[in-house]
Structures are given as C-alpha cells and as structure tokens.
C-alpha cells in the first residue's frame, strides 16, 4: 500500500504539498523536485518531520536543490533521476503533485 | 491427531483501474474538462476510473452552478452521465469542503464525502493515478 | 518486466518538460520498457512542426526526437488537444505535425495505461 509522491510545486504557491501530506501514508516516500524544493524551508515540512520521526522516506532531488542554491537537510535523502526511476517501481504507484 | 495448518494467502483487494483527482476550480482553466474527457473514455472502454475532488476541485460538485453565464460550455451538465459510463466512485474530500465553507449539496447523486484518511485508503485502492 | 507509461502535460517550453525528459532517459537507460509518452493538455504543442525556441535554449523537442530514435519510444500526441492548440492533424499529410509523434486519441492512453506497470505523469 506504498505510494510515491512527486512534489513539484512550491507550498509557498500552492495548496498541492498540503493535499499530498493529507493523503499520506506511513509506508509512502515523497521526492521534492523542480520548485517542489523550495518546501524544504516550509514550515509544512517542519511539522512532517516532527510528526512521521523517519519513518517517511523523503527525498529531494540534489541538482534540483542546488540549482535554487537551496540548503539542504541532513535528514532527507539526496537523489538523483535514476534513484527515481527506482523508487517508481519499489512503490506501488506513483502521485504527481504540479 | 494431528493439526493440519492450513495455509491460507492474506486476501488483500488488489488494486486496479485509474484514480482521476480534480484539484481545480471548473471555470477559470481546462483542467476540469480534460479530466473528465479522460474519464469518460476510460468508461466507455469499459475500465475502472474513479473520480477524486480535493482542494478547489470540490468547486466541480457544487449545485446551482451555470457556466453559461460567463460564456463557459457547461461541461458540469456530463456529470450526470456518469452511471451510463459505469463510473460509480466518485469521492469529495471533507476538509476541503469545511475549509471552503461548502455543505454536501452536489449537482450529481452519490458522491461519497471522505475524511482526509479514508480520501487516502480509497485512492490506494487504484493502480494508476492521475491529477488535473 | 518493468513496464513504463508517461504521461506529458506541460509545453516544449516548459522548464518542468526538461524534468519530464530527464525522467524518461534515466528510466530507458535503466533498461526499463518505456511503452509509451502520451503528450496531453499543453504537452500536445510539442508535435507542432513550427515551434522555434532560440538556439541557446533547451531543445526539448529535439531530445524527445532523440529518445524516439535511440530507444524506438513511441510518442503519441492527443489529437483533440493538439488541434484546440492550433495543430492541424486531419490534413492529407498532416504538414504541421513532426514526424516523430504519433497522432492519437484519447483511447491510446486507455491503451497504455491498462499495459504499464507503472504511469507517471509530469
């Protein structure tokens, strides 16, 4: 019952981060891509991080993040396009979030 | 005597057919009507296809609306074909209703208002997701 | 066998395209089966013949034609979203259209979604 959450858009933005963490479940991974970067310094991500404690895989694309000159957290993982292909088949289905 | 332990497989409902989620506003961009294309095909080609309203999507069931009034083709009006195409599963999300001070009044019968939760298990019951 | 559909929703000029392309090179160079892009909504103005984004710019179309070739990845255009976007594809010799799409219709993406694996959208 695993999905994996493309987050593309900044939740400064728009209301799509906020739908995908209503939807989420604990076995479910969430890559941040494109502007969906910027939600590293939301305060959504903040309260995520305090309320899942590591047991959601969370990850964000390292060109995507460095590109925006975004600092990253040592607790999310850095990924790249492969390592998303790879996540599309270690879930079950995969939500785009644009 | 000796106990045979029946080794019976966890019956887990597998997932199929498209989840479709509208998370936008009906007048104002494409969104709506292109999703509902997709819809309508995959119901006449006899697939599994559920509808999801969340966030300003659920600006898509509200009653009383009239597109005419501001030169929109009312694409709502197809809605009510829904049946004839076998799409039966048609989902509202409750928070987003509350947040928009909306009650359960649709154009169309049986939508199934869900909390956030229940929004997430019944997406998680389809194969494939797409998000206009 | 890992099977692959994706579905394109944003223009060639679209810097998300770029993320769209990028994601379906690393899946054909992971040996994934890719059976299929369906370019819908804006993505359908890829297929117009007289798009011209300056030289020093990122030629999407380009790198989808290149992928076509490479990996035999078919590309299909919506054909109701494409001629709503000024592309005519019922011509005799669909003049507007590139080559390297594919016209179709909506029961494509019935068709390839019911044979993935996996869809993903962009």
């Known amino acids: 019952m695993s999905t994996l959450h493309l987050v593309r858009q900044s939740a400064f933005a728009t209301n799509d981060f906020a739908q995908c963490l209503s939807v989420l479940d604990h076995q479910d991974s969430i890559v941040l891509m494109d502007d969906g970067c910027y939600n590293l310094k939301h305060s959504l991500m903040d309260s995520l991080l305090k309320r899942v404690d590591g047991t959601i895989n969370i990850n964000v694309i390292t060109t995507h993040a460095q590109a925006r000159a975004i600092e990253t957290i040592a607790t999310i993982n850095h990924i790249d396009m492969a390592d998303v292909v790879e996540l599309t088949f270690n879930h079950k289905k995969v939500i785009t979030w644009q | 005597m000796t106990i045979i332990e029946q080794q019976t497989p966890a019956i887990l409902p597998k997932e199929s057919g498209l989840a479709i989620i509208n998370s936008k506003a009906p007048f104002s961009s494409n969104h709506g009507k292109d999703a509902l294309d997709v819809a309508l095909i995959f119901g006449s080609f006899e697939q599994k296809v559920s509808l999801f309203f969340q966030g300003d999507g659920v600006y898509q069931l509200i009653a009383n609306q009239d597109g005419r009034l501001v030169s929109i083709k009312d694409y709502l009006k197809t809605f009510s074909a829904f049946e004839f195409y076998d799409i039966e599963d048609i989902y509202a999300c409750q928070q987003s209703l509350v947040n928009r001070q909306l009650n359960e009044t649709f154009h169309i019968n049986d939508v199934q208002v869900l909390t956030s939760i229940e929004f997430g298990k019944a997406l998680n019951r389809h194969q494939h997701v797409l998000r206009f | ?122």
């Open chain 3, 1 to 122: 066998m890992k099977t692959l559909a994706v579905v394109v929703t944003t223009p060639p000029y679209s810097h998300l395209t770029i993320t769209a392309l990028t994601y379906v090179e690393a899946a054909l160079v992971a040996g994934i089966n890719v059976i299929g892009v369906f370019f819908y909504q804006d993505g359908a103005m890829h297929a117009n013949k007289n798009t011209s984004i300056a030289s020093d710019e990122y030629q999407a179309i380009a790198h989808w034609q290149r992928l076509q070739q490479q990996y035999q990845l078919p590309l299909h255009i919506c054909i109701t979203a494409a001629e709503k976007r000024g592309i005519a594809c019922d011509s005799i010799d669909n003049e507007q259209v590139n080559k390297a799409f594919t016209v179709s219709g909506l029961g494509e993406l019935v068709e390839l979604t019911t044979k993935a694996s996996r869809l993903v959208q962009f």
